[in-house]
């Protein structure tokens, strides 16, 4: 914590006398020992002034910031209240009660603090200095505007202090005011010749950036353009790349396609590998070219400008171009069929790219360009597994199989000769994967695993496969064998690198196995880490405006407010808040169940006995304080909370609150806010997670299967006569006429008739929402009989609810014609444990 200022104590007005001469020395000397850390020390002189001044505000509220700093936290906000109850009007009690909010990261509150304190001292530097990035942090812009105008008033030569009002008003939206501080501070130092922007040329160039950021983003494209294009020819930006981006786009936007032409042209020069710049050439060329003509004359007139020879097909440029031409052409033509031919020869005889079929996946979803595909591939490679001699073309093949007929057993045929392939064995798993055989997946990855043991990727591609075949204990194996973190034990090594995908997957993985304890504790986790990202930003406030690097610090400002939108944070977040709500509804079934599965000899945890390990191997070391993951390992503190509803209450139901736009939010996200908002009977927030999931829909066609699961929740759970349920019915009426519906049952019966025989997932979506298994069973008849073949995602809980609801066995084996492995999915479904909300069931109950 910063220490505060010895020279303010004692000196307000209208308040209690100072200390006597002795102790003003000793309260000198005191801060002193606390600036170097030297606290026991600082401790001993606090309680000697006390002994003689008992009651002195200020000294017991700097015993208390010494005591936070010797992690006596309890004591030390007591004694600094009490040092405020002695003397009010003190501003070094306010400042230290705004150092201990500060250090706890009660931001809101440190604030607070501060401000009162500068109430009693209004020009104190140091304050100004401490509340600006906190109000920085709180996104209070309206207040730090009026601190960085004050700081700007009492130094007003200092650069930092223009910097920081341009990006006050800047963060409020107001550009025009931020150019205009600019421009004042560039007037004042060439008058006083300050000179700072010639002394340091990168500090000057990062200026200049910023400049030309505020006038794009004050719609000022004409200015914008021009002062870019002068950056650009005077030198005056050291990132080219910036400057040039800048411009291009700028141009474009306006309308002058030839200055954007030629700036992108430079860009492509200095990265041929990007294709964003290629587009930009293509879609602002002027000559009237044939498309695909001015994709085949880019890489020769690259060549010609760098005096190169000419690039390799699978080179950046050419293979960009390549790629560009034929999404232009039509699949039907012969200059298709041919180009097609040229690049699978090129990349599977010569070059031998196992990545081949990555780079055609987009050309499957064509109809025509996929048939045309399948055929080049027969006459090229045929359809003999035994004729393939080199790996790359092995790959391809399966991948290729998999696109067009979905057929596993022929794919894998084409792989399985080359047995001592770590590429073909993972291609093998991930084609189990893409079934649904998870268990046969994870084999395969083990086996490509064990053929290259030193391979990060593939010990973590199987790892992920663990997980989805429901060994979660095997998976923490795999995953910790490449984690060393110095003394701490490889689960909390884990946690330190934020290894944000497998905690997810971890959690899911024991979810599904009703280990409620462990899946909370990762998704907790994972939650921290988000926290820690936004604690993060606090040092930036400071650093970056000393830096001058302000235009990356308004982009870690708007990056760090959507961080709710990071699609990790929404699945943690749902993640935690079924395992809140389970608790919520049934926490004696889940604790008894809980309990037979640690006493079960299987259910050791891979943690604990890491954790053991490790603690022998440490055990002739320093002592060193346990990590969160150490405490607490398998979660057991998190699922004994007292009101687990009100905890995921936290979680949820802020993030439909501050929501702007319905896009903000994934569907599934919206469904676990709706449970948690009926369960505590807030209709009115269930009904606005309805509307942000019905996106603007319109009509019955409109409607995406949680929209319509949630619609029918909603009529359901309404009852009684509150004011909340009112104004819930009110929503649900106005949204039903939308969708141009009396009621909800018939906009039901219409969705199915629409619905029921092109999507798998609205069909489960109406069994779920309605609890009638029927429109399951006939959903899946009409859709066998259209020939539609859903995706795995939305079999998997068509599967799962089949299996829950005990459906026809008729229904069943027409599944299984989509899935052969349907039944391996049973052992370990995804269920979603709040799926059949409305009877109160969930994945816990064994």
């Known amino acids: 914590m910063a220490p505060v200022s010895a020279a303010g104590a004692g000196s307000a007005q209208g308040r209690k006398p100072s200390l006597p001469t002795k102790e003003q020395s000793l309260f000198k000397q005191m801060f002193r020992l606390y600036e170097i850390k030297q606290y026991k020390k600082a401790n001993k002189i606090a309680d000697q002034i006390l002994r003689a001044v008992p009651d002195h505000g200020e000294t017991l509220a700097m015993k208390g910031l010494i005591l936070r700093a010797l992690d006596q936290r309890d004591e030390a906000y007591e004694l600094a209240r009490r040092g405020l109850r002695q003397d009010i009007r003190s501003q070094v009690a306010w400042h230290i009660l705004g150092l201990l909010h500060r250090h706890d990261r009660e931001y809101k509150e440190a604030a607070k603090a501060y401000q009162q304190a500068l109430r009693l001292d209004p020009n104190n530097a140091q304050l100004l200095r401490e509340l600006s990035p906190l109000q920085a942090h709180i ?14 008033q009492q130094r007003p030569t200092l650069r930092l202090n223009w910097l920081g009002l341009a990006v006050a008003n800047h963060l409020l939206g107001r550009h025009e005011e931020a150019l205009r501080v600019l421009d004042a501070w560039e007037r004042i130092a060439a008058k006083y010749q300050l000179g ?13 950036e910023y400049r030309l950021r505020l ?5 000022m494209r004409e200015e914008a353009l021009k002062y870019a294009e002068t950056c650009i020819q005077e030198g005056k930006i050291l990132d080219r790349t910036f400057a040039l981006h800048t411009a291009a786009r700028i141009a474009e936007r306006i309308g ?21 710049y290629l587009e930009g050439i293509v879609r602002n060329d002027t000559t009237g070219r044939d498309v695909v003509a001015l994709y085949d004359a880019v890489p020769r007139e690259l060549c010609d400008s760098a005096g190169e020879e000419c690039f390799t097909p699978d080179e950046a440029p050419v293979l960009g171009c390549a790629l560009g031409a034929l999404r232009h052409l039509e699949g039907s033509c012969d200059e298709f069929r041919k180009r097609v031919k040229e690049l699978m020869h090129h990349f599977l005889e010569i070059a031998q790219v196992p990545s081949f079929a990555r780079i055609l996946e987009n050309f499957y979803k064509d109809d025509a360009k996929k048939r045309v595909i399948d055929e080049v591939f027969l006459e090229l490679i045929g359809n003999v597994p035994a004729a393939v001699h080199n790996e790359a073309t092995a790959i391809f093949a399966a991948e290729h199989c998999m696109r067009v007929s979905r057929d596993p057993e022929r794919a894998i045929a084409f792989l399985e000769q080359f047995t001592d392939s770590p590429e073909c ?7 189990w994967r893409s079934v649904g055989a998870y268990r046969r997946a994870y084999e395969a990855a083990e086996r490509a695993r064990s053929l290259d043991v030193r391979d990060r990727a593939l010990n973590s591609l199987a790892a992920e496969y663990a997980l989805l075949a429901g060994i979660p204990d095997r998976a923490m194996e795999l995953i910790l064998m490449f984690t060393h973190d110095g003394e701490a034990p490889p689960v909390q090594a884990l946690y330190n690198l934020q290894v944000m995908w497998f905690e997810l997957a971890y959690a899911d993985a024991a979810l599904a196995q009703g280990r409620i304890d462990r899946a909370l504790k990762y998704y907790t986790a994972v939650l921290r ?7 993060d930003e606090y040092d930036f406030h400071a650093y970056c405006l000393r830096k001058s690097t302000i235009a990356a610090y308004v982009d870690l400002i708007r990056w760090e407010d959507r961080l709710h939108q990071h699609e990790y944070y929404q699945r943690a977040v749902r993640g935690a808040a079924r395992c809140y709500l389970a608790l919520h509804r049934n926490r004696a079934d889940i604790t008894a169940r809980l309990e037979r599965l640690r006493v079960h000899a299987g259910a050791i945890t891979t943690s604990a006995s890491t954790n053991e390990t490790s603690t022998a191997k440490r055990a002739s070391r320093r002592p060193r304080t346990p990590g969160w993951m150490e405490t607490d390992p398998d979660g057991t503190m998190l699922i004994s909370r007292a009101a687990p509803l009100e905890e995921a209450e936290k979680l949820t139901l802020p993030l439909i609150l501050k929501a702007t736009q319905p896009s903000e939010l994934s569907e599934e996200l919206l469904d676990i806010i709706f449970q948690v908002a009926v369960e505590s009977a807030r209709y009115a927030l269930a009904a606005r997670a309805v509307v942000a999931a019905l996106r ?11 929209a319509i699961r949630l619609l029918v929740r909603l009529s359901r759970s309404i009852r009684g006569s509150s004011s909340a349920a009112k104004l819930a019915q009110a929503e649900l009426d106005a949204v039903v006429k939308t969708l141009h519906g009396n009621n909800v049952e018939k906009v039901c019966h219409e969705f199915f008739e629409r ?5 798998l997932a609205s069909v489960t979506a109406l069994a779920t929402a309605t609890g009638d298994k029927a429109y399951l069973e006939r959903g899946v008849l009409r859709l066998c009989e259209a020939g539609v073949h859903p995706f795995l995602s939305d079999f998997e809980e068509a599967w799962a609810v089949a299996v829950t609801e005990n459906v026809s066995e008729e229904t069943r084996a027409a599944m299984r014609n989509w899935y052969p492995f349907a039944d391996a999915l049973s052992s370990n479904p995804p269920v979603d444990p709040c799926l059949f909300a409305s009877r109160s069931e969930d994945i816990s109950r064994p």
């Open 755 to 759: 619905r029921g025989a092109t999507d």
């Open 139 to 152: 996104r209070d812009f309206e207040g730090l505007l009026r601190t960085r105008e004050q700081m700007l």
């Open 425 to 431: 064995r993972a291609a093998i798993a991930r084609i």
């Open 215 to 219: 006038l794009e983003e004050a719609d």
């Open 196 to 208: 700072t922007e010639g002394s340091n040329i990168s500090e000057a160039s990062l200026a200049y």
């Open 696 to 706: 603007g829909s319109t009509t019955v066609e409109t409607l995406s299967p949680m």
């Open 256 to 276: 002058d396609h030839e200055r954007a032409h030629r700036c992108y042209w430079q860009l492509l020069r200095r990265n041929p590998s990007n294709a964003e």
């Open 529 to 535: 880490h988000f926290t820690d990202f936004r604690e």
